[in-house]
């Protein structure tokens, strides 16, 4: 990556990278408080996992527009207002541990908070990115943002597990509510970017030049729930020590895949990066379904990251070059909503799967979700409108 891009970009990737901490840290606990601490089901853990994305889904359309027309950095510091706030809502979940349904209740709260700030943290990064780099860099822009979520969860991970083992969830309540807070003061400085659009376009249009990328995102993304929801109680299902590993082993491979091929998407066309993503990811969650032992699912787990990693930014290449200039926040939020939409649904539906036929089960049935969405880039890629991707850089050049 260029020298000046990266320059530019970082400050952005650092707020994504400390603001996403705040996940990372309650994503291998927070099933295990739910399930071993409230003595409650793996549909409720699927449930109140997915509040956080049914959340970031709602407030998609609000916080993309938001970002075009109030600007993306007052984007970014809402979303870490609501970040910490969520922090407050873990907290008054506590004294009614030994009431769960009220406990969970306000955690619920607590995770859909948490989404909405998910929204507006990500789509105001990516049109802040946009805005400094041009579209021209959408794949770049797209990558980096996402390997800050993903370097925080790689890090969030392993930190959470070991605060939660001596503190207990109290310190990932903290945690969760002093970390973005201490965020603010990282924005402060940053250069913003003037607000690009004047009038609130239809959502019905924006949806309209983003839903097949959109939907082909969803259906990848049944991997990635199935990992950071379930894989921590297929670990304690079997005994297998060290549970966090297999976060931590996804979000590594998954990053070192977009350090090393980050500007694939840009050059080759987002389409066929999809494609052969989608395949890879899909042997990994495979993998893990047969493991015998943890050395395989770990190994499943790495290979599903490594696969997962060009797939945002490869159907995103294709939404953001169908959206008008004006709306590219609009745009990359109503792409982003798929994402929420696959993990609000998938994760209460994995969990019904994992009651009904066992947790191991979860991987396979997303395996053959993940496989769906190769259909669908296998379409961008044939389709009569597609640019080749010489011309769709100077287009998108042209249009810096």
């Not at 207002?81 to 955690?107: C, D, E, N, Q, R």
């Not at 390997?147 to 991970?157: D, E, H, K, Q, S």
């Not at 694939?264 to 999809?274: E, I, L, N, T, W």
């Not at 990251?305 to 169908?322: H, I, K, S, W």
Request: charge should be positive; glycine fraction near 14%; proline fraction near 4%.
């Amino acid at each position: 990556m260029n020298r000046n891009l990266l320059t530019t970009l970082l400050p952005i990737v650092g707020v994504v990278f400390v603001a996403f901490l705040v996940t990372g840290l309650a994503l291998p606990v927070l099933p295990l408080h739910i399930h071993q601490g409230l003595g409650l089901g793996t549909f409720i853990v699927g449930i109140v996992a997915g509040a956080q994305f049914g959340a970031a889904l709602v407030s998609r359309f609000w916080s993309g527009n938001y970002a075009d027309v109030r600007g993306a950095k007052r984007a970014v510091v809402i979303g870490l207002l609501l970040a910490a706030a969520a922090g407050l809502l873990y907290l008054g979940s506590l004294p009614f541990v030994g009431m769960p349904a009220t406990s969970v209740a306000i955690l619920l709260l607590g995770r859909a908070a948490l989404g909405a700030a998910e929204s507006f943290v990500i789509t105001g990064a990516l049109s802040w990115g946009l805005g400094l780099l041009g579209p021209q860099n959408t794949g770049k822009v797209m990558a980096w943002v996402g390997m800050a979520m993903y370097v925080a969860f790689a890090i969030g991970a392993p930190a959470g597990t070991a605060l939660y083992a001596r503190y207990g969830f109290v310190a990932i309540s903290l945690a969760t509510l002093l970390i973005p807070i201490v965020t603010l003061g990282l924005v402060a400085n940053v250069r913003g970017i003037a607000p690009g659009a004047k009038a609130r376009p239809s959502f019905t249009k924006v949806i309209g030049t983003v839903w097949v990328p959109g939907v082909g995102l969803a259906l990848s993304s049944a991997g990635f729930g199935a990992i950071t929801t379930f894989i921590v109680l297929l670990f304690a299902q079997h005994g297998w020590g060290h549970a966090w590993l297999g976060l931590t082993l996804f979000a590594t491979t998954f990053v070192l895949g977009r350090i090393l091929m980050g500007h694939v998407p840009d050059r080759v066309g987002g389409a066929r990066v999809a494609f052969v993503s989608v395949l890879i990811e899909a042997a990994g969650l495979a993998l893990i379904w047969i493991a015998p032992s943890s050395t395989l699912a770990l190994l499943g787990a790495a290979i599903t990251g490594f696969g997962y990693t060009l797939v945002y930014p490869g159907f995103g290449v294709e939404a953001v070059r169908r959206a008008p200039a004006e709306n590219r926040g609009l745009a990359t939020g109503a792409y982003t909503a798929f994402l929420d939409l696959a993990l609000g649904v998938a994760n209460p539906a994995l969990g019904l799967v994992a009651a009904r036929a066992g947790v191991s089960a979860v991987f396979l049935v997303s395996a053959l979700v993940v496989l769906c969405a190769a259909l669908l880039a296998l379409r961008l890629t044939t389709s009569k409108g597609a640019m080749n991707v010489p011309r769709q850089r100077e287009a998108l050049a042209g249009a810096d």
